[in-house]
């Protein structure tokens, strides 16, 4: 029997790392239950053939209309005038298409007229109502030409409403890849609409639960593919990875076999987290990869960030609210430790304190496995080492002449110290460093003394959004310019350069980073060659559907050529 504590503590970053507009009335929301039904029809147009593809991200300018039909009558004498937040809509394409020439209107001097539409501005400074209209119907007046219009329109599948959010739908079972699914909620529904079961929320949360169960356990397979876990060598790992594994918004993370990290990062997660909860401790459970181990030591621990619950339109109560921690300090201080093993090496991590995030990052896992085996008698300096991941697997697993570790933060570089000993290298050549990165290579530098063979820079999310592009540029510039100048001037060296910005990521298709790093080995004057080009470990999945918005990490690996004297 799978354990369940809802603690909470900050959360992973989303996937999806575009600037979301916060919205001017956040919400504290629940579901309707009253006994609705709810629809959402989409323009017929190119995007929505990416929905019907598989994209899972339905923004509210691609919304059409909205259609709210009560079944029976609750009783209350209420009825609402939209679709609650966190309800379970169908989606369907419009079945005519849209007139001509819409959103693409030009002036009287010929240009285009973005009023009203995502990115462009209002001639005036009257609010833009860009909410879909809503519709409300009775059981008894759902007038036959609405229904047969929603019959006759296109299914997408079926997902999660937010009238708050840029992401007006959030879809979770897509017809075409689960037809099955859908046609068991299909078949809720129709009960809805007959009156024929017990209506409302426990209808919707019954549909809701069929997702879940059905994703959940793919993710599940998806991991055993992966050998995840792997017995004594690998128990910590990203389980569910939002889009990627048909969850937007979800994630979870195993960290020692010990302990399931739910983190949530949109409103419908709040507003049905004890469904959440429920099915992901009955998979859990029930799954043979786990119910021959340590299943009934498996705790759940529900974590959330309320600044970006604030951006999806929802209020986090105080008395739920997690620490709202962007920065990269982190709190180690805990009685409550959990050790974890990746690749053989073992962390300390605290999944119940208030530190930031899970304490441990396995997006890295292949990368610092890849570093390793390239480190044999080599001097490894580990830049931003957080809890030591690439100078420990640097030690262990590549036999490596020594590594330093440096991290500004004195709890980051307590735990590195505490996994090295852990490891049992208290006696090896490997230190860590309380320091800012950048004064620290100055400070060698300017000493002219310490030259390193192989160097990792992988600084925290400097990049948050589009809007702080440059100025992260400038300081991506600046920081790998200065780690060349600690390569090995006689014989190079290898330099993997690291960026967890999407926003860095995605613009021009990754070469962007790529070219600042050109940038700072001309500044350096040092040659460098591009060896290799890796993301985020496979068990962080992407959906092929909504790529590249799933890519966040860039990890380049690059050999720094000699100096030319």
Aim: proline share 4%; with cysteine; hydrophobic share 35%.
């Amino acid at each position: 029997m799978v354990s369940s504590s809802t603690t909470t503590d900050t959360e992973v970053t989303p996937q999806h790392e575009e600037e979301q507009p916060t919205s001017s009335s956040p919400l504290r929301a629940t579901t309707a239950t009253s006994s609705s039904l709810h629809t959402v029809m989409v323009h017929r147009n190119r995007q929505s053939a990416a929905f019907r593809e598989g994209t899972p991200l339905i923004f509210g300018g691609s919304v059409g209309t909205t259609f709210t039909e009560h079944c029976l009558d609750d009783g209350g004498g209420t009825t609402t005038s939209s679709i609650p937040m966190g309800s379970l809509v169908a989606v369907v394409v419009d079945r005519n298409p849209p007139p001509k020439n819409k959103g693409n209107k030009r002036d009287s001097r010929g240009r285009r007229d973005t009023r009203g539409r995502r990115g462009g501005k209002p001639s005036s400074d009257k609010k833009v109502d860009v909410i879909a209209p809503h519709h409300n119907f009775n059981a008894d007046d759902f007038e036959t030409e609405h229904r047969g219009m929603i019959q006759q329109s296109q299914l997408i599948g079926y997902g999660v409403f937010n009238p708050e959010s840029m992401y007006r739908v959030r879809i979770l079972c897509h017809e075409t890849m689960h037809p099955g699914l859908t046609k068991e909620i299909r078949s809720i529904r129709k009960d809805t609409q007959r009156g024929s079961s017990n209506c409302g929320k426990s209808d919707e949360e019954n549909a809701l639960q069929l997702i879940l169960e059905r994703k959940i356990s793919d993710a599940i397979y998806t991991r055993l593919a992966m050998q995840l876990p792997s017995g004594d060598v690998t128990d910590t790992y990203r389980l569910i990875n939002g889009e990627g594994d048909g969850l937007s918004g979800l994630a979870v993370d195993v960290l020692g076999g010990k302990a399931a990290i739910v983190m949530s990062s949109a409103a419908w997660c709040e507003i049905h987290k004890d469904t959440i909860v429920n099915v992901l401790e009955k998979c859990l459970g029930e799954h043979p990869l786990y119910n021959e181990g340590s299943a009934d030591d498996l705790d759940i621990v529900w974590r959330n960030t309320p600044s970006r619950l604030k951006q999806d339109g929802y209020e986090v109560a105080s008395d739920e609210s997690s620490p709202d921690n962007d920065d990269e300090s982190v709190d180690f201080v805990t009685n409550s430790v959990v050790v974890s093993t990746e690749s053989s090496v073992k962390y300390l991590t605290y999944p119940y304190s208030d530190g930031q995030k899970t304490g441990f990052y396995a997006d890295q896992r292949e990368n610092r496995l890849m570093v390793a085996e390239l480190c044999r008698d080599k001097r490894v300096l580990d830049l931003c080492c957080y809890n030591g991941g690439f100078a420990l697997n640097a030690m262990i697993r590549g036999h490596a002449a020594s590594a330093i570790g440096v991290d500004s933060s004195q709890d980051a570089v307590d735990a590195s110290v505490a996994n090295a000993e852990l490891n049992g290298l208290a006696e090896k050549d490997i230190s860590f460093v309380k320091d800012d990165i950048s004064s620290f290579m100055k400070d060698v530098i300017e000493a002219n003394e310490d030259e390193f063979d192989v160097i990792v820079l992988d600084p925290p999310k400097l990049a948050p959004s589009l809007s702080s592009l440059d100025k992260a540029s400038r300081k991506y510039h600046a920081l790998n310019r200065d780690a060349m100048n600690l390569i090995n001037k006689t014989s190079g060296g290898l330099l993997l350069t690291c960026t967890c910005s999407a926003a860095m990521t995605q613009k021009d298709g990754g070469q962007y980073f790529l070219n600042i790093v050109n940038g700072a080995a001309l500044s350096a004057r040092r040659r460098v060659t591009l060896l290799r080009v890796s993301g985020a470990a496979p068990c962080h999945t992407q959906s092929p559907a909504s790529f590249p918005a799933g890519a966040y990490l860039t990890a380049a690996l690059f050999h720094v050529g000699p100096a030319d004297k």
